[in-house]
């Protein structure tokens, strides 16, 4: 969302808890959408596709403090988070990752809250979706198939030792979006039918002992979200019915064997992505504008009483995360205002109606200083500017600040390496700013009759350069002392997910490789773009009718394209339907696939299993792609019976 009650909140806000629902002044800013929320004690952790908050760079997950404060709690993920989990001291996120702060981690992970990666690695091979701790267990669950190379279809329990469960497996027959626990039970919720065989339509409980209970709420369509208080479970979704009960997209269930349907009913006119429950309070969140027939856009609260409160943030788009701590509500999603008032991607609203003090509240600032040593002299430059040292060799930088200094030799000196501050090698060094930070650049004579050849590095991806003859490998040693008149050929080579996009400097330019002749000092700078990300999870896909309907969360701008195919008797592949669509932001985008005539034509003859796949192109970057198998519904017409 971007408003919230006509005021600015992009994609974050807190609304008090109380009847006014007044917005608080908590704005985390973020440049992309929030998925995930979790409080523990003085810090709200936030996940989602964002890369700064308030400006300062945070990959995909950051901690902000109830009083607003960003910390340093940086774990600088290369996809997307989807789910939050705390216990103690560790931070359990889920996502669509591949590494955490450049350490191999597939989808999941634990970070310390003093920021440390944990070695808790599950593995799982595709996205998880939800997260719940209890105890010494973490409950996941999402697109996967397996955890650690076995087999765990969509759930599994994970040790916060590290240990996979072996007697909790639920082994469901489609994705899990929603998970809660309360005592021995974890509840579950998604899109799947079917739990270790038996029919569980959307949602299921499942003891901690791995035993399935007779809890079977049966919903017709997906559960996205679940929150447990007392005796009853919370869904929220995009369901119609529970049961054979009208429920839209919103219903409580008894906890008890039964599952017995309560009253309550906010019966919504759009989709619930996201649940917290507080005292006598049901927050909801998600792409709805009305509750109960009165104008509640994107977020509302319901009584346990089914009274609906005058609570309402009013934002200008959706929300995908709540948090309640306290006196305050922590909404996450899409928005950009709230109330009116600027609210980027997260918002608190505090339970007293008033606005909690402006966020961020930055740290003090920090000091960098940059001292030069050794034979030889040469300059220090930073980027972003600020240290040209020359003369200016020291800069007062705020908490979180990605610093990357880079050497210069004077003619008839080289650069022979840093040190200091995690420094080393002869390539740029990059300094973040947690504490005051001093870094050592150590210039030499070079003797008559050689030359300096030094390469740099530029743009937002990453790679490396090496040389024939060796000598230069730029990642670490990025320069060389070379006699007169040889010859050099530096190749560049990108880093995953990175592009080569040209030389510049000493005569190279293109994309292939650059040959230097040495004659005098050469400087020769390679650049390198980060592509943007391709991850997205296997889309949401419904048959009925005449088309497909599927609904794609995708992490930023760019193309989708969708491919239908089913094979024929003979063997051939034929194609079903083929649709395209545009994604404009991070976010949902609908795709809708007419079936060919001939398909239908068929489907008045039996069921047929088709082969949906999905491919998002992003802006700037390479193609992914997602398949999957669903089935079409025959269509016969009912038998004539005169």
Do not use: H
């Not at 009584?303 to 929300?319: A, E, I, K, R, Y």
């Not at 995708?554 to 034929?574: E, H």
């Amino acid at each position: 969302f971007t408003t919230v009650g006509g005021t600015a909140r992009n994609r974050a806000a807190a609304v008090t808890t109380d009847g006014a629902g007044t917005l608080t002044s908590w704005n985390p800013d973020l440049d992309g959408s929030v998925n995930a929320i979790a409080v523990s004690g003085s810090n709200v952790y936030l996940g989602g596709f964002f890369s700064t908050v308030g400006g300062i760079a945070r990959n995909r997950a950051a901690a902000v403090g109830t009083d607003g404060v960003l910390t340093a709690w940086n774990p600088n993920l290369n996809g997307g988070v989807q789910a939050i989990g705390v216990s103690g001291s560790n931070v359990y996120l889920g996502g669509f990752f591949s590494t955490v702060g450049g350490i191999a981690r597939n989808n999941a992970a634990a970070v310390g809250t003093d920021g440390t990666l944990s070695s808790w690695n599950p593995n799982p091979d595709d996205g998880v979706n939800a997260i719940a701790v209890s105890g010494s267990t973490v409950y996941i669950g999402g697109d996967f198939s397996s955890v650690g190379g076995e087999e765990r279809n969509f759930a599994a329990a994970v040790g916060t030792d590290g240990t996979l469960s072996t007697s909790w497996n639920p082994n469901l027959g489609s994705y899990v979006y929603a998970i809660g626990v309360s005592g021995s039970t974890v509840y579950l919720g998604g899109e799947f039918t079917t739990v270790g065989g038996t029919t569980r339509n959307r949602a299921a409980a499942v003891g901690t002992d791995g035993v399935l209970t007779s809890w079977n709420p049966d919903l017709n369509d997906y559960v996205l979200a679940i929150g447990v208080s007392g005796s009853n479970v919370y869904l929220g979704g995009s369901f119609s019915t529970v049961g054979v009960i009208a429920r839209n997209r919103a219903a409580a269930v008894t906890t008890d064997g039964a599952g017995t349907l309560t009253s309550w009913n906010p019966n919504l006119d759009g989709t619930v992505y996201a649940i917290g429950v507080s005292g006598s309070n049901v927050y909801l969140g998600g792409f709805f504008s009305t509750v109960g027939g009165i104008a509640r856009n994107f977020a509302a609260a319901v009584g346990t009483d089914g009274t609906l409160s005058s609570w309402n943030p009013n934002l200008n788009n959706g929300v995908y995360a709540i948090g309640v701590s306290g006196s305050t509500v922590y909404l996450g999603g899409e928005f950009s205002t709230v109330g009116g008032i600027v609210r980027s991607y997260a918002a608190a609203v505090g339970t007293n109606g008033m606005l909690l003090g402006e966020w961020p509240t930055l740290l003090p600032p920090m000091l960098l200083s940059v001292t030069k040593s050794g034979s030889g002299t040469g300059a220090v430059v930073s980027s972003p500017a600020g240290i040209d040292c020359g003369s200016d060799c020291s800069e007062s930088l705020l908490d979180g600040t990605s610093v990357t200094l880079t050497a210069t030799p004077a003619d008839g000196s080289s650069f022979i390496g840093w040190s200091g501050s995690g420094c080393s090698g002869t390539s740029t060094c990059t300094v973040v700013m947690s504490e005051a930070r001093a870094v050592n650049a150590e210039f030499a004579v070079v003797p008559p009759g050689q030359f300096d050849l030094m390469v740099s590095k530029s743009g937002t991806g990453a790679g490396t350069v090496t040389s024939s003859p060796a000598g230069i490998d730029c990642g670490s040693d990025c320069s060389e002392t070379l006699v007169d008149g040889s010859s050099v050929t530096l190749t560049a080579t990108p880093a995953t997910g990175s592009s080569f996009t040209g030389w510049s400097g000493s005569g190279c330019s293109g994309s292939s490789t650059c040959t230097v002749v040495m004659s005098e000092a050469r400087a020769v700078t390679a650049q390198f773009t980060k592509q943007p990300s391709n991850l997205f999870p296997t889309p949401k896909v419904k048959a009925g009718g005449s088309a497909l309907s599927s609904s794609v969360r995708v992490p930023g701008r760019g193309k989708l394209t969708q491919r239908v195919t089913r094979r024929s008797n003979l063997a051939a592949v034929l194609t079903v339907c083929k649709t395209s669509g545009k994604a404009t932001k991070a976010g949902w985008v609908k795709l809708t696939c007419k079936l060919s005539k001939a398909t239908r034509k068929a489907l008045r003859k039996r069921s047929l299993r088709v082969s949906v796949k999905t491919t998002f192109t992003p802006t700037g970057g390479l193609p992914a792609s997602k398949t999957q198998a669903v089935t079409l519904k025959s269509q016969r017409p009912p038998p004539y019976t005169g």
